[in-house]
């Protein structure tokens, strides 16, 4: 058995141990309250763009010239998983990664030819493990995306589309259901879906009479400059979603091992308690054993 | 001068509601040139560039804002104003605005010596924002 000193170094590192996870899974929870509120901060944007390009192109009736809009075969597809920079959130970084490679394995079954692009370091050191080539990726960021950061990707991911470069981008992140759920989704955002542009509930808003709205500079122009803006958006809310979930998942991991802690720091307690009793009856023994051999 | 009516105006970037309320003059950077808008005007949807936005109180007070890119859209007595990013020029921080401003400068240098491709109007129109920014919050200080 152990002895009574090695019982006591161990529930001190447990303790040590119990202490960290506490302490990240309180810091996990104040930014994960953060991130939800930036994530509500951001639907009035999204819902109002989104009701402005599709007035937009609904005057404008037919679209055509617009690269982002443009559907053609599919040769290769860009695969970007959304992940941490960090780890220690339970399955948050691998089962993103976990449906990327699915999605890879499925795409190439079908001929296609896979791009990777990757945000978040512990996706970017995954894939550089499984010696794919990385196309770009994005770090340092993933906790407390920035409008800027989805932008500058959302212009090199607009740039791959319309260049032929890739003929579809899938987004593949944690959707933020709840601190304790996230679930994987994958999200085509280039080309983008028609059904944007029509309006999600077709016939379920009434037409305004577009006819008298003035447009500065003409609508064409306008829904231009719209698209783009668009995947600028969306791919901000995949990103604040992502970073939720990632705080999320942080939380529960470490609450887990907190409680994994304190179950094994009472076990141990108990063990040391056993053994010093064990230690203080042998004595006992001893030292009446030793009086009655007088 | 007679009492104007005051409409409700929206400012809205990615990050957060910006300015909610009602106005009695907004006064816009137009790609075009600047736009001002009053109670009951007509329906418009117009670009915007960097620059600043006036929002003229009920009761005489001024609210400007050092606004990036984006859209305009005046329909049904509401007018909504969708921008990259903006700031209260009283409320400027300009360790934000240089950063703005370096980081935006940098990705002109990359974008000139062919090494990304890129939206030339849109970096041009970061740097006069962050520009903006600092401009006024000399004025402040």
Redesign the interface.
Known sequence: MASQQDIKRRIRSVRSTYKITKAMELVSAAKLRRSQQ?IV??R???D??LE?IT??AQTLGKIHGLPLLEDRETHTVALLPLTGDRGLAGAFNAQVLRRSFVLEHDLQAQGIEVKWLVSGKRGRSSLKFRKRDIDTAWTGFSDQPE??E???MA??LA?LYA?GASDAVLLVYNRFGSAVVQTVVEQEILPLPRQVLKGFEEGSMPA?A?G??????D?G??LE??I??YL??EL?RALLESAASEHGARMSAMRNASRNAEELIDLLTLIMNRARQAAITQEILEVVAGADAL | MAERTPFSVSVVTPERAVFDGEAEMLVVPGEAGEIGVLARHVALEALLESGLTRIHLPGGEKIELATGPGFFEVHASRALVLVDDAVDVRETDPTRATAQLEEARAELARLESGEVEGDRWRIEQKIRHAENQLASGGHSR
């Open positions: 930036r901060a951001m009035p944007y999204a109002r763009m402005l007035s937009t409008f800027a989805a932008q500058a212009h090199h740039a260049s305004p577009r008298e709205v003035l447009y500065e500079p609508p122009l306008i400059r719209l783009p803006a600028e958006t901000f």
